[in-house]
């Protein structure tokens, strides 16, 4: 008997393909989108947003930062690494051009790391961005693999749409014909490398090198990509070429099959408990969409070769017939696939959302956090970095105005008689604190400023140890402020989350009770975001300027 697949979990794949592809997206343009029936795209909507993976803004629906979960474990199964996206920033620092790398998917190459230095160019291509093979360097080194019947797909594929206007990820516009691809194939099958010589747009120019399995079949493709205005498409190649197979050896070199896992040692990273949901939204919450979600993301683990059914189960804590199901749905949909018993997840699993999240900088990801604390304490939230001895706003959320210069993002104020400035000043290791205290030396900017040095530092060692700090009409008469640290996945202090109000006649500490329970709740799930968005792609986080760690500090930013 042919396995059954779950059709809760293949609807709830069409809403996430059908969320990813478009702006601006309400219930409606769903089911115009996928043709389900409004009331199955309701149930959809109302389980994917208790799952955390969609938020409601007015009628419009988000995808949230929750959901790169899911391509997270693709590329973290796929053997990438963080370490591995820091080489990629470190060689594009060094070149001084983007560098990526991308994998074969289908008759497409999907990028799986970018280092973006993007000039004069339209399109800047992010970690989930899908390309046709014809129009970009790594297609040439993939299609090399390409058999009769992977040609024929191929094919049809440019006969119908040769414009490529099923890859969202292309620059709108007429595209000129692509040359013939075989003949690409041909030549770099005899160099050893490919060329995209403004395939996509005019002045787009990219040099690829193959990263290849043990097996020789390019895994990856790592690219260098330029501009015409700073290099000929040949010149561009004579220059990266030596640094792209020397990394392309290293990267060959990393043991594919890190079987990070025991049988049995599993633990689920994320225990699959939706009788809370279920008994919330009865009929309305779709349990077998989470459990689908749930085996997805289990695949994580499956380094090299895959996982056995008997570890999904484990990780998901669901029944082996169910969890089989639920892999599949997924097989038949394109996101995993199966060899003997060993289950693992596929590049595509990027599309469901990966490309459009990834695009996402760090201000993006604050701010709908910042706007949910806001309404809840009725009062102005904001989130600062420290910029040498000042800090600096990065994303705000304002209700009420409390200070008498306005906020915008960019300003800037003194980092010791600010509650954020503390934050962040405690966070740094001790002689970086005293060399910034001495660099802008305390003055009274109130009459209640703390400038004698010995009490400033007593105040933030307070809020090291507090993991809060305040400030009470310190940077100006009448505001009060309380500020917690918002962490990077190391634990190092990257910014600081702070709620500014009137001081009011209230003692501060019933100020500090007051907000503090909402500030922590805040920092913790903007931290979960951050981590979440951060695990592939170090340029998102702000950097740290304190002690440099290796490769840190000089980071692509785009
Ligand atoms: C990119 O990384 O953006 C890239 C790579 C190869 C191409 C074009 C773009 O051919």
Request: with cysteine.
């Amino acid at each position: 008997m042919p396995e059954e697949s779950v059709r809760p979990l293949q609807r709830g794949l069409a809403v996430l393909r059908a969320l990813a592809v478009a702006e601006q997206v309400r219930a409606g343009d769903l089911v115009r989108a996928t043709g389900l029936a409004r009331s199955t795209v309701d149930r959809v909507v109302a389980t994917l947003v208790r799952l955390g993976h969609v938020r409601e803004h007015g009628q419009e629906l988000h995808l949230t930062p929750r959901l790169m979960e899911l391509g997270n474990a693709y590329l973290a199964a796929s053997g990438l690494s963080g370490e591995v996206a820091a080489r990629t920033a470190r060689l594009a620092d060094e070149l001084d051009e983007s560098v990526s790398l991308a994998v074969p998917d289908g008759d497409g190459v999907r990028f799986v790391t970018q280092a973006a230095r993007r000039r004069a160019m339209s399109v800047a291509f992010r970690i989930g961005d899908l390309l046709p093979a014809e129009r970009c360097a790594p297609g040439a080194l993939f299609a090399a693999e390409w058999d009769e019947a992977a040609w024929a797909a191929w094919r049809a594929r440019v006969a119908a749409d040769p414009g490529g206007r099923a890859f969202p990820a292309l620059p709108p516009g007429p595209a000129s014909p692509p040359p013939d691809l075989a003949e690409r194939v041909e030549r770099s099958r005899e160099t050893g490398w490919a060329l995209d010589d403004q395939l996509i747009e005019p002045g787009l120019i990219a040099t690829a090198v193959p990263v290849r399995d043990a097996a020789g079949r390019p895994r990856y493709a790592l690219s260098a990509v330029s501009h015409t205005s700073r290099h000929t498409a040949r010149g561009l190649a004579e220059l990266v070429l030596p640094r792209l197979r020397e990394e392309a050896a290293y990267l060959e070199s990393l043991p594919a099959a890190v079987p990070p896992y025991a049988e049995g040692e599993l633990t689920p990273d994320q225990p699959l408990d939706t009788a809370d949901a279920k008994a919330e939204l009865g009929p309305g919450f779709l349990q077998s969409l989470a459990r689908g979600l749930a085996v997805l993301r289990a695949l994580g683990p499956a380094r090299g070769e895959g996982l056995p059914l008997t570890a999904i189960a484990a990780a998901t804590g669901l029944p082996r017939a169910t969890a089989r199901r639920c892999l599949h749905t997924l097989e038949l949909e394109g996101y995993a696939a199966h060899d003997g018993r060993l289950y693992r997840p596929l590049p595509r699993v990027l599309e469901l959302g990966y490309a459009r999240l990834s695009r996402l900088g760090f201000a993006d990801i604050a701010e709908p956090h910042l706007r949910q604390l806001a309404g809840r304490v009725h009062q102005s939230a904001s989130v600062t970095v420290l910029d040498g001895t000042d800090i600096l706003y990065v994303a705000r959320a304002a209700t009420v105005r409390v200070m008498s210069v306005s906020i915008t993002l960019g300003t800037r104020f003194p980092a010791y008689p600010t509650a954020m400035g503390r934050v962040l000043l405690a966070g740094l290791p001790p002689q970086e604190r005293a060399r910034l205290l001495k660099a802008d030396p305390p003055r009274p900017l109130t009459h209640r400023t703390v400038t004698d040095p010995a009490a400033l530092h007593a105040v933030l060692d307070r809020a090291a140890a507090d993991g809060r700090a305040t400030a009470d009409e310190e940077l100006e008469e009448g505001l009060r402020s309380v500020a917690v640290p918002i962490k990077n996945a190391e634990g190092d202090v990257i910014a600081a989350l702070n709620v500014a109000q009137h001081a009011g006649t209230a003692p501060l500490e019933e100020t500090v009770r007051a907000l503090l329970p909402a500030l922590r709740e805040t920092a913790a799930a903007m931290e979960a975001d951050l981590h979440t968005a951060a695990r592939f792609n170090g340029g998102l986080m702000p950097w740290r300027t304190y002690p440099p760690r290796s490769g840190e500090g000089a980071r692509s930013r785009t």
